[in-house]
């Protein structure tokens, strides 16, 4: 049996990952560069983990608690979230002080394209985690969580689920 504690832990990994899987995708996808003032991403995060998935509820967890996990299929996701963000957690940490600088103005080209080359290998690291954590479903949960997904997609397209102080996109 998996412990409320172990639980806790899961579900702190997953918001944090995918808090920093959706500030990567804040970034302008036609050019690769983050998001600056008024041009619509969030810049009240304040830090790495402190993106969308803090607002909506746990993000992965709440997806993951949806599909009704076996606790084996728990402990293998547990297991794959944590060797992720112990994994990534670095490169996220400096993808953040880099955006810093660029917000800020002082990032020179070497850390520009040291930033665009750490976002490509987390953007990467987040789709092999996700993948690793799509294997550990039953085909009838792969199935539920795509329409979860597109779902979740089709909401912050629209802009359904956003916070009442979340600026306009």
Do not use: C, W
Request: net charge positive.
């Amino acid at each position: 049996m998996i412990s409320t504690r172990n639980l806790s832990f899961a579900l702190v990994t997953i918001i944090l990952a995918i808090a920093f899987s959706i500030s990567v995708a804040a970034q302008d996808p036609g050019t690769g560069q983050t998001s600056t003032p008024g041009s619509g991403g969030d810049h009240r995060r304040g830090g790495p983990g402190r993106g969308r998935g803090d607002r909506e509820g746990g993000g992965m967890m709440k997806m993951l608690a949806d599909l009704n996990l076996t606790d084996a299929q728990k402990e293998q996701v547990q297991g794959i979230l944590k060797s992720s963000n112990e994994t990534n957690r670095p490169k996220q940490e400096e993808v953040f002080r880099l955006r810093q600088q660029s917000e800020q103005g002082t990032l020179s080209a070497d850390d520009q394209a040291k930033l665009k080359q750490l976002q490509a290998d987390v953007r990467a690291a987040r789709q092999k985690t996700h993948d690793d954590i799509v294997a550990v479903l039953t085909p009838e949960q792969r199935t539920k969580l795509e329409g979860i997904e597109q779902q979740r997609k089709a909401n912050r397209t629209s802009g359904e689920g956003r916070g009442q102080n979340a600026p306009p996109q």
